[in-house]
T-cell receptor, first 115, second 114 residues
Framework: GESVGLHLPTLSVQEGDNSIINCAYS??????FIWYKQESGKGPQFIID?????DKRQGQRVTVLLNKTVKHLSLQIAATQPGDSAVYFC??????????????FGQGTILTVHP | NAGVTQTPKFQVLKTGQSMTLQCAQD?????MSWYRQDPGMGLRLIHY???????DQGEVPNGYNVSRSTTEDFPLRLLSAAPSQTSVYFC?????????????FGQGTRLTVV
């Protein structure tokens, strides 16, 4: 089931450092994973995605790693900037049956970047 | 090209009142969905639609109705608002239900039920 709580995990880094945000997923049938960034007062914004037949995908300053063995997803942000401060969500798309096309979101992680 | 537009941005309702949250997209997307976001939690799917005339329930559908008479619009109705429906609501759209399809989100509607 989904973890419920009022306090999100937090990560504080210095500007210029690399950030790693982690996410555990529960459904081994999930085929597709997405990372979203949500700034205060805004809707989630797509960052990067990965399919289950891959274990790594790189974008501009971001890399997503997928470990299907332990059902773990991570987002690496290189040279983190103050503008990267936001809440980061992982989402999984559970393939097949009535779950097809429905995104299930994780709890989120608050990233704070200090100048 | 405005993307996904939600109105209103803020709303306060009294318990028992009804209202409709509007969502419109101008990207000709087939798939639209509504989520709610509560403190400390990720987004939870309320209802979704795979095209005009077709809707289905998500994870938390109780207390909400939807319809999809056009490709562009996907309104969410609260028939009798309850304090438990205090939340931030996000509408999203994507080209299709298929995987590898990026979902675009609106700016959100912050609803308070007193």
């Amino acid at each position: 089931g989904e973890s419920v709580g009022l306090h999100l995990p937090t990560l504080s880094v210095q500007e210029g450092d690399n950030s790693i945000i982690n996410c555990a997923y529960s459904n081994s049938a999930s085929d597709y994973f997405i990372w979203y960034k949500q700034e205060s007062g805004k809707g989630p914004q797509f960052i990067i995605d990965i399919r289950s037949n891959m274990d790594k995908r790189q974008g501009q300053r971001v890399t997503v790693l997928l470990n299907k063995t332990v059902k773990h997803l991570s987002l690496q942000i290189a040279a983190t900037q103050p503008g990267d401060s936001a809440v980061y969500f992982c989402a999984e798309n559970r393939a097949g049956g009535t779950s097809y096309g429905k995104l299930t979101f994780g709890q989120g992680t608050i990233l704070t970047v200090h100048p | 090209n405005a993307g996904v537009t939600q109105t209103p941005k803020f709303q306060v309702l009294k318990t028992g009142q009804s209202m409709t949250l509007q969502c419109a997209q101008d990207m000709n997307h087939e798939y639209m969905s509504w989520y709610r976001q509560d403190p400390g939690m990720g987004l939870r799917l309320i209802h979704y639609s795979v095209g005009a005339g077709i809707t289905d329930q998500g994870e938390v559908p109780n207390g909400y109705n939807v319809s999809r008479s056009t490709t562009e619009d996907f309104p969410l109705r609260l028939l009798s608002a309850a304090p438990s429906q205090t939340s931030v609501y996000f509408c999203a759209s994507s080209y299709s239900m298929a995987m590898n399809t990026e979902a675009f989100f609106g700016q959100g509607t912050r609803l308070t039920v007193v």
